[in-house]
């Protein structure tokens, strides 16, 4: 079995990816792609994880999992997505460090499925946007006690990559910016589903349709109509030309409010996750996807 873990990261997609793919989930059983709902796995394996991290995994696990999810037969592939799978919003950046339980919480996942092939996708997004909106979630009342008195431009992203990959080297990790998921959806989508890039997928425009004004929407939609067949990449350029014109500022604007920070700082941020994202790329074994 083909074991797809989305392990997030908070606050990039909000559950969107996990929404479209169950509302094909019909379709991708028939493919032998199973999607399950999040209630009947995500409590189970928030538990699971918990003890093994106590006890150890027990060796009925992965059929105590399985016998949850109500299969009548094992899946060629299956698709569970939580970002919370690698700790709490305090666990995501406390310390200073992105996500250190996440090395630690991935060989949970390859003990208990020892003999499956395990992918790994994550999100990641810039820390000037993330590290104000992850800690508005936890009860710190500071940057600088949530971080443990690290400087955020210490913080890389690469860093937690890095570690789970050479901790887990057997585990492929695919990766991509919060900030590029509306043009790069339907890629992921697809990659996550194990299907072809000409599958249709219903409501693989619904990202769009949230930061896309109206007319913008449906001059969009009548485009394609008009241009069937297009690849992934003749659909980026045309999301994003349409983006140019039509974006809704509202949707897409971002409050950083964090006491002491300036418009220079949120630069020097996205400055250094731009180079962040130059040693993602370099790092074995990770697919780094990009509009």
């Known amino acids: 079995m083909q074991l797809v873990l989305h392990a997030g990261a908070h606050i990039t997609d909000e559950d969107r990816l996990l929404r479209c793919l169950t509302a094909n989930r019909d379709m991708l059983a028939e493919r032998g792609t199973q999607v399950p709902y999040p209630k009947e796995y995500r409590r189970l394996m928030r538990d699971v994880l918990h003890a093994a991290a106590n006890t150890g995994v027990a060796d009925d696990t992965r059929d105590v999992l399985m016998d949850a999810l109500g299969f009548d037969g094992t899946p060629d592939r299956l698709i569970l997505s939580n970002p919370g799978f690698f700790g709490t919003p305090k666990m995501a950046a406390s310390g200073g460090k992105f996500y250190t339980a996440a090395a630690g919480r991935t060989q949970i996942f390859r003990d208990i499925f020892a003999h499956d092939e395990i992918e790994m996708f994550f999100a990641i997004c810039s820390p000037a946007t993330f590290l104000p909106a992850i800690m508005a979630q936890t009860k710190y009342d500071s940057l600088a006690a949530y971080l443990g008195g690290t400087d955020p431009r210490e913080m890389r992203w690469s860093d937690m990559i890095r570690h789970v990959r050479s901790s887990i080297p057997d585990i ?60 992934e990449m003749q659909k980026r350029r045309v999301i994003s030309a349409f983006l140019d014109k039509f974006a809704n500022e509202d949707a897409i604007e971002e409050e950083l409010d964090l006491p002491g920070w300036t418009d220079e700082t949120v630069d020097e941020l996205s400055d250094l996750y731009d180079d962040d994202l130059y040693n993602i790329g370099r790092i074995p074994g990770i697919t780094l996807l990009s509009p």
């Not at 425009?205 to 008009?226: C, N, Q, W």
């Open 172 to 231: 492929p990790i695919t990766v991509w910016c919060n900030e590029d998921t509306p043009l790069i959806w339907g890629q992921i989508l697809r990659e996550m589903a194990g299907v072809e890039p000409g599958v249709p997928l219903a409501g693989e425009h619904a990202l769009l349709r949230e930061i896309m004004t109206p007319v913008g929407m449906s001059r969009f939609d009548s485009y394609l109509e008009k241009h069937p067949g297009m690849t």
